[in-house]
DNA sequence: TTAAAGTATTTAACACCGTTAAGCAAAGGT
DNA sequence: ACCTTTGCTTAACGGTGTTAAATACTTTAA
């Protein structure tokens, strides 16, 4: 009975409408304005049909949440590849995590927090990881290469991380800010820091 | 006739009283589930009198933002004013401002969209400049005192702001990062940043 | 073919939300 | 005593997430 796979294939179908039609409404007016309603409207059906596929409201932020980290891992990856050497390849992890941010700018909002509020984040899935874990090896590498080996490879992450998570909040929250500016600051601190790696 | 003033004492007096209840169900519940008619609750009143003491709640949140930005600003200048040397002042604000971050961090969420929306937050009051107002003194009396009197004082205030803010972040966001880690990024941060200042 | 079972979808409802307009009751001035 | 103003409440509108009941449709079994 072939029609069994028909109708599974049908229900996933709409399932792909229903995040299809989420993000459209997200990329038009924003998180704040997504409501199950405008959903169902989009898809042409009524609300609780969203409930047969997606628990609640937050999960299917958290589904979002998901395929945003696994896009970011995506663009992190494809920078790297760009290069052959460790501080190379980090820079320009780094400068694609930034582009991330401001391209998929609702995404990244949800990901990490911005003027939006998801869920409680503490790990809850393996997708938070992916960031730590691609970066982390090509900084392990660094620290290899360099003078001192005994260096924090978590401390050194997190240093990184916290300037450009930093530099990406400001620019969202407070709009406007200048690019030359945020690029000089961005590239000063990743040599900066890749400095205090290689010694 | 003196019961004008005691008729304008008691109004001031309630919206002291939404203020104080607004705040005490934030600091409980968080800014998620704050609302108009919670707070008309707690003060004995119903929903739509609040409206005779702001316009709606955004000016809520808007008032608080501003008491937070004042806030912000008295525990930096105190930090300031305890140390004489420039280097030593910009360190022990910078420190002012972590606590302050997590000490008030209702405070600090809805100043700086951290997992809240409260509104356009492009310069729409003054008391927004404030931090810069009184780092970039700091900030501009180092670079006068050092090498290269020309150095950027924008610039340099937004790496530091960067970094702090983004760790903040992290944290607040990310509940559950180890403390040591932090302190360590942080003085690395600020030690390293007036380094590049001073020469 | 028709009755029963199962599934998909909608309607209605609940309990909230921010906000506004209408009503009421007490106080003030004339 | 009457009128006006003020303070406050009730009721309502349109919105939110979510659940239970009712309906329509499809599949299965007799």
Redesign the pocket.
């Known amino acids: 009975?072939g029609?069994?796979e028909r109708?599974i294939r049908q229900?996933e179908d709409?399932k792909c409408k229903i995040l299809t039609a989420a993000w459209q409404i997200v990329k038009n007016e924003g998180w704040q304005?997504?409501?199950?309603?405008?959903i169902?409207d989009a898809i042409?059906?009524?609300?609780?049909?969203?409930?047969?596929y997606?628990?609640?409201?937050?999960?299917?932020l958290v589904e979002f949440t998901g395929k945003g980290f696994q896009n970011l891992a995506c663009h992190l990856r494809a920078a790297k590849a760009k290069h052959r050497l460790p501080a190379k390849q980090l820079e320009a992890m780094w400068f694609a995590y930034w582009s991330f941010a401001f391209e998929e700018q609702e995404y990244y909002q949800l990901m990490f927090g911005v003027e939006v509020y998801c869920c409680e984040m503490g790990m809850n899935y393996p997708e938070e990881d992916l960031p730590w874990t691609i970066f982390s090896e090509v900084i392990q590498q660094l620290i290899d290469n360099s003078n001192n080996p005994k260096t924090d490879v978590c401390k050194k992450y997190y240093t990184f991380w916290s300037v450009i998570h930093g530099l990406i909040c400001i620019n969202i929250v407070r709009k406007g800010q200048s690019d030359e500016l945020n690029q000089e600051i961005l590239k000063d601190a990743i040599t900066g820091i890749i400095r205090t790696i290689t010694g």
Do not use: D, Q
């Open positions: 009975m029609s069994k109708i229900k709409v304005s997504l409501s199950m309603r405008k169902a042409e059906y009524t609300a609780p049909i969203i409930y047969g997606f628990e609640n409201k937050e999960a299917l």
